[in-house]
Each structure stands twice: as structure tokens, then as C-alpha cells.
């Protein structure tokens, strides 16, 4: 095959629909195993993405020879979702990735970035930022565009400047494909934010430990109710999942011999069939060789397996001092509305784990509860202990938890 015919073969191939915008660029070499792919509507994806929150660094700069593999590899064996962020990796995420894909073919990547919600104050800031993303990337056009990050801080910025129709203008114009929202708040604003306009999909995150102590199984059966494709981030919970306690990886090797933490965790998630892609911020070529592997060499999680991620999940909880089962019966006598179930779940992870960024998952996950339920916010009046079938002293655990997290923000300082 002469070279010509081969770039055009393998970006057809890769692309789905891919068409050259230029006869220099990039060839791509395609591998024989490719990763799976999902379809919601139009969308076809490889079940795996490069997020671009974590890339390689060298010197506090983006490592652009270790890019420029990881690229070309998941380019290869046909990831080529890339997600990337205004504020990501100190503002250098979105330079990075778009000088390396400006050598591809514009259609034969999926490139997703995000308006940043906290600096829209205006309707005219989404057109600008953009714009100014646009030109950053190096592109004429994001596949995927959203809203990022919409919580308890950021949704009135979404709201009051009408994020939605400003998203909907741009893609009339071609600027955007299709326009989405990522999600950090409880499923009460979830429901409100997908029910008030009508989606491509929707950013949440998901994993198997969120889903037994946190609320991701909620967010979860909202966005498939309302029928919205899911991009899930976190699918290890910041990297506690690849890092698992003793106990948990000796279970895992008995049950699962041939898994590794980060496949187990991944399958978990991709076993969710509203789920198109999963973004994993990968920070060096071998970790995107195993992630690709798992999609390559894709299987179903099994029933087996859904049991074991509980089970693990409980070991993660139990690894802590708080033996909470998060049945939630506090909840309903606790006159503060105290998120009692995720607040000692945020603590029984962060006890459970050995990942060296585990004190700061946890200030970080804590800080993002609803200030209002965190706590410090405790009157202790004791009626929860009323509730509790694990007989927990919950006023005292609750201030038990405020103490670590004070302390742990102090040694971050
Ligand atoms: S003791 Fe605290 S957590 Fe328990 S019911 Fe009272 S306010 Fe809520
Ligand atoms: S009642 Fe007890 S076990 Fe149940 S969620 Fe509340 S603290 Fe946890």
C-alpha cells in the first residue's frame, strides 16, 4: 500500500468517519487490537479516554516526547478520545494536547473540553473562553463541549448566564458538537440541572466505592432515567482504587488472579451501560498500555465480580474506625440535615487507603459536601444515635472526622 493510501486507510479506520484536512499529517499506525467502542446517538467512542488532568511533567513542564507516545499509542489502537480543561494541569493541559493533535487529522481524534463555570459571568464569557480554548487546542471545533463543573458554588454562574443557550449557539455555529455538563453536587441539583434542558450527555463521577458510601448509584439512575449518555471521571477515586488496602488486594488476587486494581475498578465502571467513555488521567505511557489493554482484551464484569467490588468497597470502609453501613436511618431524624453516611464514608476511605494523595482526596471530597451538611455543623442533640443500628455515637464520630480534617488541612498549609 503507498503511503497516501495507507494515512487515508488508517484515519478512515480510526475516525469512524475520518477525512484528511491536509496530506501532512501524521500517519497513524494502526495496531491490529483496537479498544471497544460504544454509540449513544451519534456519539461513537472508545470506551476508554485520555483525560488530560495528569499529564507527564518533566522540570514542571508537560513531558511533550512522553505525550507525543502516549498519543500516538492510544491513537494506534484506536482511544483516540482526549479530554482536556481550562484549568487543568496549572492551565497547560489544553497548549499540551493540542500541539500534539494538531499533527493528526482533525476528524480522526474526539477532542472534549469545558467552559469553566466559576469564570462565566456574563453570557458573552462561554463565546469567549471558547474561542480562546479553541485557539489554545489548536482546533476549529470541540466534539465534546460542556459546562464544567456545576455545583453548590458554581450553579448559579450557570444559570444566570444562561450556559445552556450559549452552549446551544455554538454548536448551531459548528464551534461545538455536542454540548454536555460535568457534575459535582447531590442528586437533588442533579435532577433540577438534567431535566432543564435537553443534553447529549452528562459528566459524572463513578466508581465503585462512590457507588457503595457516596451517592454515584443515584446520580447514576437519574442520568439513566433521563436517558443521558454518561462520561464518567474518577473511575479509581483518584487513584485509591489502584491503591488498595493489603486486605482487599489479597481478596482481589484470590478471586480475580489474573486482574489487576485499576482493570477491576475500570470494568466495574464500563459495566454501567448508560456509560460511553471513561476518562482515566493518565500520567505515563505504561499506565495508557494497561488502560488500553483492558479495552483491547475487554470483559463484561460478571455478577461474581459486582459482588466482589462490594465486598471490597466494604473492606476500604471497614479499613477506617467508623463501622457505618451507610443505611442512611440517621438521616431522617437529623434536624441539620448532616450528611452523616458520606461524611464517615470520606473517612473510612481516606483510612482505608495507601495512596499517597489519600489525605488530600479526602479534604477535597469532604470540602466538596454541601457546607451546610458538613460536621462541624452537628448540634448534637443525639437524636441520630437514636436511629443508628450499628450503635455509633455519631455527634462524637462527627467530631472525631471534623478534627482530622482540620488537622489534615493544617499539614497541607
Ligand atoms: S447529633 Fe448532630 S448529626 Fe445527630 S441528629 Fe443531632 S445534629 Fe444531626
Ligand atoms: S444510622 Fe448509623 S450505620 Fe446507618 S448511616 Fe447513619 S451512622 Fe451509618
Known amino acids: 500500500m503507498r503511503r497516501r493510501e495507507f494515512i487515508i486507510n488508517s484515519a478512515l479506520t480510526l475516525g469512524g468517519a475520518a477525512l484528511l484536512s491536509g496530506c501532512t499529517k501524521k500517519e497513524i499506525k494502526k495496531s491490529q487490537n483496537q479498544v471497544v467502542r460504544r454509540k449513544f446517538e451519534n456519539i461513537d467512542t472508545p470506551l476508554i479516554a485520555l483525560g488530560c488532568m495528569r499529564l507527564p511533567m518533566r522540570d514542571k513542564k508537560v513531558d511533550m516526547v512522553e505525550l507525543d507516545k502516549m498519543v500516538e499509542y492510544a491513537m494506534a489502537h484506536g482511544a483516540n478520545y482526549f479530554d482536556t480543561a481550562y484549568m487543568y494541569v496549572d492551565g497547560k493541559s489544553e497548549n499540551a494536547i493540542g500541539e500534539i493533535l494538531k499533527k493528526y487529522p482533525r476528524e480522526s481524534f474526539i477532542l472534549a473540553d469545558k467552559c469553566p463555570a466559576y469564570l462565566v459571568n ?18 476549529k471545533y470541540f466534539d465534546n463541549y460542556m459546562v464544567h463543573n456545576i455545583n453548590k458554588n458554581t450553579i448559579s454562574n450557570y444559570r444566570d448566564n444562561n450556559m445552556y443557550d450559549e452552549l446551544v449557539k455554538l454548536k ?21 440541572v438534567i431535566n432543564e434542558h435537553k443534553w447529549d450527555f452528562c459528566q459524572l463521577q463513578i466508581n465503585y466505592l462512590d457507588w457503595e458510601v457516596v451517592n454515584a448509584d443515584e446520580l447514576y439512575q ?18 485509591v482504587l489502584c491503591n488498595l488496602p493489603q486486605k482487599a488486594v489479597d481478596k482481589l488476587k484470590s478471586e480475580c488472579p489474573n486482574e489487576t486494581q485499576a482493570s477491576f475498578g475500570l470494568r466495574w465502571v464500563a459495566g454501567r451501560k448508560r456509560v460511553f467513555t471513561i476518562l482515566s488521567g ?23 465480580e459486582e459482588k466482589l467490588a462490594h465486598e471490597i468497597a466494604q473492606i476500604i470502609q471497614s479499613g477506617g474506625a467508623i463501622s457505618c453501613t451507610a443505611c442512611k436511618y440517621c438521616l431522617e431524624v437529623c434536624p441539620r ?6 461524611i464517615f464514608g470520606l473517612y473510612n476511605m481516606y483510612k482505608g487507603s495507601s495512596a499517597q494523595n489519600a489525605a488530600f482526596m479526602f479534604v477535597y471530597n469532604y470540602n466538596a459536601l454541601d457546607e451546610s451538611t458538613r460536621a462541624d455543623k452537628c448540634i448534637k442533640c443525639g ?9 455509633l455515637d455519631i455527634p462524637k464520630l462527627l467530631a472525631e472526622v471534623d478534627k482530622k480534617v482540620k488537622e489534615v488541612e493544617k499539614s497541607m498549609d
Open 222 to 239: 437519574i442520568a439513566d432515567e433521563a436517558k443521558v449518555p454518561i462520561i464518567v471521571m474518577e473511575p479509581l477515586r483518584g487513584g
Open 122 to 139: 456574563s453570557p458573552s464569557d462561554v463565546r469567549k473562553l471558547c474561542e480562546e480554548q479553541l485557539k489554545k487546542c489548536q482546533v
Open 337 to 342: 440535615g448532616i450528611n452523616i453516611p458520606a
Open 383 to 391: 437524636l441520630c444515635n437514636k436511629n443508628c443500628p450499628q450503635s
Open 172 to 192: 448551531k455555529e459548528g464551534l461545538i458538537k455536542y454540548v454536555g455538563f460535568s457534575f459535582h453536587g447531590d442528586p437533588q441539583m442533579l435532577r433540577e
Open 282 to 304: 493518565m500520567s505515563n505511557l505504561q499506565q495508557l498500555k494497561e488502560n488500553v489493554d483492558t479495552f483491547v482484551n475487554y470483559k463484561e464484569i460478571t455478577e461474581k
